[in-house]
């Protein structure tokens, strides 16, 4: 990527190895080269005008996305750090995004809280458009299930991330994301035992499940109604509910899994004849819920 011809940036390079700025591992032209000491890195940087470093940046990411492919998707916030530099939010938006559901998978969650940050700071300043609505529900979407996982369920940045992806999913027509972020506002309100609230999150959740809906959020919806009749004692309802679930779930409207493979969310923990019953699908079974 640099300007200079082969032979000039060999001989300045074997220069700063000379004065001991930067050490030289291999041998020209596959040798790599790196400084001494950050402070001289640093140094160096600083020198430079912010519109040059700019221009280095967004050089480095451009020639990373062309021709390093394998780091792009394993580093992908490496990306979002030169376009971050070179002032290019909107190239780095997706690369930190993309860092941030990478981490939050390892799982690194404190990791991915830092880089779906970085994300919503640089959306922040974007114009406003419904693409950029749908992006931030997404963000707030992954970063408030790494909060779950780093601070706990019921944490109060819980509430406000879902709380504001609520709000977004408010001023779009129809946002496919409206399910995941209140069936996210259903856990962190059961966490807190404030089942009723939980309830009304889970009920919108199966109303929109209605006019032939993705089977798997009729299981989802059902699969939350019917925890927090358990919580609330309403063992007949739940196991209504969750019988329900269970059998949509194991039934060839959703792609069919091993037996012993029911999602941990699909959950039924009643024993048979718990509520003067003993239908097979009140058989125990054990999970948490997630969003």
């Known amino acids: 990527m640099s300007e200079l011809d082969a032979n000039t940036l060999r001989r300045d390079l074997s220069k700063l190895v000379e004065a001991e700025l930067l050490y030289q591992r291999g041998v020209p032209p596959q040798a790599t080269y790196t400084f001494k000491h950050a402070l001289i890195q640093e140094a160096a940087y600083q020198t430079l005008l912010k519109s040059t470093r700019q221009q280095y940046h967004h050089r480095i990411a451009q020639v990373l996305e062309a021709h390093f492919p394998e780091l792009v998707e394993t580093q992908p916030e490496l990306l979002a750090h030169h376009y971050t530099e070179a002032g290019l939010g909107a190239e780095a938006i997706p690369y930190w ?8 998978g390892r799982p690194a969650y404190l990791e ?15 114009p406003p458009s419904p693409a950029r609505v749908q992006r931030e529900i997404a963000l707030r979407l992954v970063r408030g299930a790494s909060l779950m996982a780093a601070k706990g369920h019921a944490a109060p940045e819980v509430e406000l991330e879902y709380r504001r ?9 129809e946002s496919p994301l409206l399910f995941r972020v209140l069936g996210g506002l259903h856990v962190f309100y059961l966490a807190r035992g404030e089942l009723e609230t939980a309830r009304q999150f889970a009920r919108q959740c199966l ?6 809906a993705d089977p798997a959020h009729v299981v ?3 699969t939350m109604l019917g925890q927090v009749g358990l919580h609330l004692g309403e063992v007949a309802q739940a196991e209504e509910h969750l019988g329900h679930a269970i059998g949509l779930y194991h039934s060839r409207s959703i792609a069919p899994v091993p037996p012993d493979r ?8 009643m024993t048979p004849g718990a509520s ?10 054990s999970g948490a819920a997630r969003p």
């Open 97 to 104: 995004q993309r860092a941030g559901e990478k981490a939050a």
């Open 207 to 212: 109303t929109l499940t209605e006019g032939g």
């Open 220 to 222: 989802r919806s059902n």
């Open 276 to 285: 003067g019953s003993s239908d097979s699908r009140s058989a125990p079974f």
């Open 165 to 173: 992806a609520r709000a977004l999913c408010q001023h779009i027509e």
């Open 262 to 269: 029911t999602p941990s969310w699909c959950v039924c923990p």
């Open 112 to 126: 991915a809280i830092s880089h779906l940050s970085k994300a919503l700071e640089l959306l922040d300043v974007l």
